[in-house]
């Protein structure tokens, strides 16, 4: 499940693909992933174009070039970016090919198809930017309490939320919130002073590890290396996990470390 730290490693494949970035040909395998796009003008306002400096707000990834249009990417839930020689054989799910005048493929892979790519021109890239919140890396503290203060709801749907914040998924979510010691279905405008800066401390501290490791990393001492065992059991006090559905996500937590009322505390 593509999150900012798998968007932030797919940015920094697209930007390693080769030293032009000049696409020469494109290959439209599956136009399922096209999103208000023809494969016919995807690869008129491509074809010959360089893909410049590609920045990252959320989950979104942005790719201008020196024409008109931005590429914009979305992953949705199994979505990627690879750069490939163009002789490495082509895998089921490669849904988009670009080739690159430095003989790189780089392909959008994408298996459930839930997201994609379209063309955007800066009043389009403005609309996109408009329905999302401020970057989960960018948000102080201050902007962080101001955010959370008038949710209605469990804190982990106010988290989730891309209009408010843009970039936390499942599985960060239930790892700041862990390390924080917040139950997920506490209220949101009901979270302490003390409770809040915990969630922005771990959050920070979660998004700096995983974007360094290109993912959320399933390591033991983490929720997240736990959460998929037969038996998981929480890897800081050793108690059964607890597992249900928040936000319409499957969610996991530990009812040692995270009781109810935590988050008043």
């Known amino acids: 499940m593509p999150e900012l730290p798998d968007v932030e490693a797919f940015r920094q494949v697209l930007m390693t693909c080769g030293r032009h970035r000049r696409v020469t040909d494109i290959e439209v395998r599956d136009a399922g992933v096209l999103r208000g796009v023809t494969e016919t003008r995807l690869r008129r306002e491509l074809k010959g174009r360089h893909l410049g400096k590609a920045w990252r707000h959320g989950k979104w990834l942005f790719v201008p070039t020196d024409g008109d249009s931005t590429l914009v990417c979305h992953f949705g839930m199994t979505g990627s970016l690879r750069c490939c020689c163009p ?21 959008y892979r994408d298996q459930r198809k839930l997201q994609g790519v379209r063309l955007a021109d800066e009043y389009a ?4 930017l408009d329905g999302l919140g401020p970057d989960a890396l960018t948000v102080d503290r201050a902007e962080f309490r101001e955010l959370l203060s008038g949710r209605r709801g469990a804190v982990k749907s106010a988290l989730m ?3 408010m914040i843009a970039g936390l998924g499942n599985l960060l979510c239930d790892e700041i919130l862990w390390r924080a010691r917040v139950h997920p279905r506490f209220p949101a405008r009901e979270l302490s002073e003390t409770a809040l800066r915990r969630i922005h401390s771990a959050m920070g501290r979660v998004l700096e590890t995983s974007v360094r490791a ?12 736990r959460r998929d065992d037969s038996e998981p059991l929480c890897p800081r ?9 928040v936000a319409g996500r499957r969610t996991v937590w530990c009812p040692g470390c995270q009781p109810s009322a935590a988050g008043a505390r």
């Open 87 to 107: 002789d490495e054989p082509i895998e089921p799910h490669d849904r988009i090919v670009l080739t690159l005048d430095d003989a790189q493929d780089l392909r």
């Open 125 to 128: 890239v403005d609309r996109i």
């Open 161 to 163: 939320d891309q209009s």
């Open 214 to 225: 290109g993912c959320v990393p399933p390591r033991r001492s983490w929720l997240t290396g």
């Open 237 to 245: 006090c050793g108690r059964p996990l607890y597992s249900s559905r």
